[in-house]
């Protein structure tokens, strides 16, 4: 596997990780700063839908991470690709349900990850 593949791999795991930590530890802490137009009241009512969200982040990131410790290339890239695609497929129901930026920071860096294992 290329080394960009790699590098696109650790960054979307490690941007996984945060949004983990962010949804299931800092939710009432640093959500308020970030989600400015979600009433403040609504937080801890949803600090358990949160941390359930921040859960499946954390899968997808140990599945990515778990492509690095794969001895054999091609289920390593079977394994990034997949976990890739499910990366891409929930930036693109985040986008059309929640943000349209969400296309920016999820599904285009998976993409380009699925990208960076078949043609580089």
Sequence with gaps: MSIVAQVLIGFVALFHLYIMYFEM???????????RGFPKELFPKTKTLAANQGLYNGFLAAGLIWSFFIKDPTWSANVAVFFFACVAVAGIYGALTADKKIIFVQTIPAVLGIAAIYFL
Excluded at 25 to 35: D, L, M, S
């Design 25 to 35: 530890f800092a939710w009432e802490t640093r959500g308020p700063k970030v989600f």
